[in-house]
């Protein structure tokens, strides 16, 4: 059985640092990504890491946060937050056979 457990949002202020952990079990990770969902918006992709290694990060986030992943922990640093960075955020593992898994979500809110 496949689990995602997600932890590190909170509250922090603006210009402040939170790191979100993403830790998977019962899957082996081919590719894995944070998502976003902000209230109102779309779901949005925010930082993606390929099983070797490569990042890509959206143009809004690029800069301040830094995706990684060890083994079947995948993580999200994000610095220097801004308030339009408040959002529900999504880890997603995509497994070798194609499948894709998504966590319980995690609320990061920026106060300005």
């Known amino acids: 059985q496949v689990q995602l457990v997600e932890s590190g949002g909170g509250l922090v202020q603006a210009g402040g640092s939170l790191r979100l952990s993403c830790s998977a079990s019962?899957?082996?990770?081919?590719?894995s990504g944070w998502y976003r969902q902000a209230p109102g918006k779309q779901r949005e992709l925010v930082a993606s890491i390929t099983t070797w290694g490569s990042t890509s990060y959206a143009a809004s986030v690029k800069g301040r946060f830094t995706i990684s992943r060890d083994r079947n922990t995948v993580d999200l640093q994000m610095n220097s937050l801004k308030p339009e960075d408040t959002a529900v955020y999504y880890c997603?593992?995509?497994?070798?056979?194609?499948?894709?898994?998504w966590g319980q979500g995690t609320q990061v809110t920026v106060s300005s």
């Open positions: 019962g899957i082996s990770i081919n590719n």
């Open positions: 997603k593992v995509t497994g070798r056979t194609g499948y894709d898994y």
